[in-house]
């Protein structure tokens, strides 16, 4: 029998979203991580949930400073109030020029093993006007590829919906 497991972080996909970066030290020095590359995937070793090495701990998590024209929200879908884990999360980060997205950067939470950015969506939004339309494209995009089983299908729906919400939210923000 194989396990699936999701990445249960709130913090996680944001961290993503927002471009920090991770400090690392051990007894080889130190070293800086992005975000989006300290969460390993269980394909690369089942028990490790990111690239830190047996010796090696986080020091610090960086923030790039937000350019003012940055939007940002985190939402999440919950089973019921008294779980504290997202059933699946988005935080979505755009560089606006009025009504136009610049930059966007979208991580899904709850989905995966790692907190899972969606480059597509991001090259769909990046130079556009942010319509309803276009939101609920991001939507739809946000499963491509999806495999969901058979006890969780219902997530690809709620990704869906939640993704172009957000999107939506944040743009008109």
């Known amino acids: 029998m194989r396990n699936f497991i999701v990445h249960p972080s709130d913090a996680a996909p944001a ?3 927002l471009d920090a970066k ?3 030290a051990g007894p080889s020095g130190e070293r800086t991580v992005a975000a989006s590359d300290f969460f390993a995937p269980p394909s690369k ?3 490790r949930e990111n690239v830190l090495a047996h010796d090696e701990v986080l020091v610090e ?3 790039p400073a937000a350019p003012r024209t940055l939007r940002s929200a985190y939402h999440k879908e919950l089973d019921r109030e008294s779980w504290t884990h997202a059933i699946v999360s988005v935080a979505v980060a755009l560089e ?3 009504d136009v997205c610049k930059k ?3 991580v899904l939470g709850g989905v995966a093993p790692i907190p899972w950015r969606l480059p597509k969506v991001e090259a769909m939004l990046a130079g556009q006007r942010i319509t309803p339309q276009l939101a609920a ?6 499963i491509e590829g999806a495999r969901p089983l058979a006890k969780n299908g219902y997530k690809a729906p709620l990704t ?4 172009k919400r957000t999107v939506a939210a944040v743009a008109s923000a």
């Open 15 to 17: 961290l993503v979203a």
């Open 22 to 24: 991770f400090r690392i």
């Open 45 to 47: 070793d089942p028990s």
């Open 61 to 63: 998590v960086r923030l």
């Open 96 to 98: 606006m020029d009025r």
């Open 104 to 106: 966007a950067r979208v």
């Open 137 to 142: 494209h991001a939507g739809e995009a946000s």
């Open 160 to 163: 869906k919906t939640v993704v």
